[in-house]
């Protein structure tokens, strides 16, 4: 009987928390900056691509279509992101939430940060990066950008699952600062 109790209190606590967690709605993953010594030109759609995949797993997710977002916005390969860029794809889009990142290529070491804004005010929810030893290590590094964004955008969503923003040893989040889109 107690095991019973013990079950029926453990399902209702997970209805209750499961109900506290909102849809997260639509998001735009904008094109990533690069920087290197080298032309990372090539990463620019894979990046989007990769990150486009594992997120639209997301059952309650609904991704801003890559070229929908390329006919809004023409993207150049040096663009630089600002507030007002960050509003009108939020506007045109009607996305929650928006994406924008760089990878850095810095010798042997890559890394890739992510900044989830909430929209339509433009604000920084959370920056977040991942950092790996050569290109061999930018998939595995993608996908666990990919888990974090997730994880950031679940507890963006939902005001009563504080513990999704305790970060796992292997990835590190920050919140994001005043020092303008990533």
């Known amino acids: 009987m107690k095991k019973l109790f013990a079950f029926l209190v453990v399902a209702g606590l ?3 928390q499961a109900s506290y967690a909102g ?3 639509k998001v735009a993953i ?3 900056q690069l920087q290197g010594p080298q032309n990372l030109e090539f990463l620019r759609e894979g990046i989007l691509d990769m990150l486009s995949s594992r997120l639209g797993q997301l059952a309650d997710l609904n991704l801003v279509d890559k070229l ?3 006919r809004m916005v023409n993207f150049p390969k040096d663009f630089k992101l600002n507030v007002d860029l960050l509003a ?3 506007r045109e889009t009607g996305a929650n939430f928006l994406i924008t990142g760089k990878l850095v290529m810095v010798g042997d070491t890559v890394s890739i940060d992510a900044t989830l804004y909430r ?3 433009i604000q920084p929810v959370v920056a977040v990066f991942v950092q790996g030893q050569g290109m061999n290590s930018l998939i595995p590094k993608i996908n666990e950008l990919a888990m974090e964004i997730i994880r950031e955008l679940r507890a963006a969503t939902s005001s ?3 513990a999704l923003k305790a ?3 292997k990835l590190k989040s920050r919140p994001a600062g005043p020092g303008g889109p990533t």
């Open 88 to 90: 009108r794809v939020g």
């Open 68 to 70: 929908t977002l390329k």
């Open 30 to 32: 904008l094109p990533f």
């Open 119 to 121: 929209v339509p005010i």
């Open 160 to 162: 009563a699952l504080p």
């Open 167 to 169: 970060g796992s040893p």
């Open 14 to 16: 997970l209805v209750v």
């Open 23 to 25: 849809p997260v709605g």
